[in-house]
DNA sequence: TAATTATATTAACACTGTTAATTATATTGT
DNA sequence: ACAATATAATTAACAGTGTTAATATAATTA
């Protein structure tokens, strides 16, 4: 009954925390179910008394990810003051990010999904996430008239779309060639967009 | 000597004809070496006597659809006025095509490449493409003054790196749902660039 | 026509995800 | 505590994947 539940999310853990490191390590290249299982300390069938299939586990990873990635971002942006210029620093931090752990951008925005069936939450959280990072500073320029909700809501869409569109062209298309060039670029496109 | 060279070429024309059915039609998910081979009328091994990996035939198609989006562009921009509303448009069809063949986006995209040898001027002919079909119209507006060199240069970059992280989120997590959502939250965001 | 070279094919390897059958473990009732 | 039962973990198997080596076939040259 409810030590039951508890057992089988001590499971779970086992085999989410097995993904985690292969995630953040080999990436999205190095998981298999026998690699997971084996990290785990099972064999690769007990897999699947516990998730559905890889993907609904791999996917259970997305939000302690996010959790991370938050905490990089925060200690990044200490000093950084209220406003558009900290939104700057919140998209640049979580880029960098992704570049630091290609993995989990692959896992966040390249991984196919063939039945969204459940996972329609993770991919809402996904979906959302960088809105919700800098959720407090566009609310403080709309309360300090910098802008209009209409235009933070664009401001807030381009962002979203423009920093996995760079990271995309960087990661998977080594377009530029280095990081300095790619965050020079990424400054760039940013001023542009909250200039406006 | 020559004769070998053409014949060489032909064979390598089996194949590539063999993928670009299977990426137009199941996609990129449709692939593999024996399902080229047989559509190609030949075993899975004859293909390692042409091309390297499979990856390096796939990627051969990229100049195929290229010309074959460029052909769509061109008939869906057929009235509209030079300028930023020909850009636009441009943009559009272009994302319009990738939508209407999923797994061509995938290959230009998604798919990784772990060694460029090589495929160095496909990388380069895939980032450019947007650049490239939009190419006389930002010089129009360069010419008319609507723009500096500088100006349409973050404009383009713009608009290269939002596209893609458009169709990323909407053919791969589903976002927004429907196409004609879709569809306004391209303008609304490319009214946006283009405005500025 | 016979010998040689070039090309195509099959067999094999090491992987992949997933399921069914089997074995081991834990829980229950007596 | 022991036997019967339920639960959980394992191995075996299947149908795939890309790739390479060995083999068979076809074409070319002497």
Request: hydrophobic share 35%.
């Amino acid at each position: 009954m409810d030590n039951k539940a508890i057992q089988e999310q001590r499971m779970r853990e086992y085999f989410i925390q097995a993904t985690r490191e292969i995630l953040k390590g080999e990436g999205l290249r190095g998981i298999s179910v026998r690699n997971i299982a084996s990290k785990a300390g099972y064999s690769y069938a007990t897999l699947y008394n516990y998730f559905k299939d890889v993907k609904e586990l791999i996917f259970e990873c997305v939000q302690d990810f996010q959790d991370e990635c938050e905490e990089m971002v925060q200690s990044e942006i200490q000093n950084t003051p209220q406003g558009l210029e900290r939104i700057k620093a919140i998209t640049m931090a979580y880029m960098k990010y992704f570049i630091q752990y290609q993995g989990i951008f692959e896992l966040f925005f390249l991984e196919g999904v063939v039945d969204m069936s459940g996972k329609k939450p993770t991919i809402e959280l996904i979906v959302t996430f960088l809105d919700r990072l800098c959720e407090s500073d566009w609310e403080y320029c709309i309360s300090q008239n910098q802008l209009t909700k209409e235009q933070a809501e664009i401001h807030k869409a381009e962002l979203r779309y423009v920093a996995p569109g760079l990271l995309l062209f960087y990661l998977n298309r080594k377009h530029p060639e280095s990081y300095n060039e790619f965050k020079a670029l990424s400054e760039r496109q940013l001023n542009f967009i909250l200039k406006n």
